[in-house]
């Protein structure tokens, strides 16, 4: 079956430094990838996403990369900020019974210290 | 507009009480999902209703009953819980054509059961 595997954390970085989460999916066929984020307290939101190779999706600083041939989809921030402290959830998109279904990494904590 | 509402955003409820969790979209997306989520873990499907009928059940208890009223409502009646479903329950939503490979996700309602 599909799978999703992410970095775990917990990751702590100083204000300003440079963010990568590594994500790597075992999946039949062509799956949509996304990240999602969850801030304290709070739900998820779709931060990026990407529906075929070679597409980049990007929001509020964050990039990933599907990349078919290594069966990726790194997120990175050049940059990040006390306000991106949260936990961030790789995931692919498969259809079936009629719905589409996300298949979910485990997260990964990030903490950003000013 | 990507907004999918839920109610209430906290209920405690004891074990022999029956309350319901309400969810609402007006993006006219046609298949609806509740997801329950665990601290420190990923959301984890339990229902899935596509055009307004029950398509998945991911053989949850029947102390948790789904309903979908019409196409923007959602709501997940509960009965004589235990204290082990305390958890975020998050409701979500998606188109069902071919472009609509992207669940959307709510707020949540933060459960306690004592």
């Known amino acids: 079956g599909d799978s999703v595997t992410q970095m775990e954390g917990p990751v702590t970085l100083s204000e300003e430094a440079f963010l990568t989460i590594n994500c790597t999916y075992t999946?039949?066929?062509?799956?949509?990838l996304f990240w999602y984020v969850q801030y304290p307290g709070e739900g998820l939101q779709l931060l990026l996403k990407?529906?075929?190779?070679?597409d980049k999706g990007s929001n509020k600083g964050f990039e990933a990369t599907y990349r078919k041939e290594t069966t990726s989809f790194h997120l990175e921030k050049g940059s990040v900020q006390v306000s991106d402290s949260a936990v961030y959830f790789c995931a692919l998109i498969s259809s079936g019974a009629g719905s589409y279904q996300l298949t979910f990494g485990k997260g990964t904590k990030l903490s950003v210290i000013p | 507009d990507t907004e999918v509402t839920q109610t209430p955003k906290h209920l405690v409820m004891g074990m022999t009480n029956k309350k319901s969790l309400k969810c609402e979209q007006h993006?006219?997306?046609?298949?609806m999902y509740w997801y329950k989520q665990k601290a420190k873990k990923p959301p984890e499907l339990m229902f899935v209703y596509s055009y307004e009928k029950l398509s998945i059940n991911e053989s949850v208890p029947s102390r948790f009953s789904p309903e979908c009223p019409n196409s923007s409502l959602l709501n997940l009646h509960l009965h004589a819980l235990q204290p082990e479903d305390s958890a975020l329950y998050l409701c979500a939503s998606s188109l069902l054509d071919s472009s609509g490979n992207t669940i959307y996700f709510g707020e949540g309602s933060w459960l306690t059961v004592v």
């Open positions: 999946a039949t066929g062509y799956p949509s």
């Open positions: 990407a529906t075929k190779a070679d």
């Open positions: 993006m006219g997306h046609r298949a």
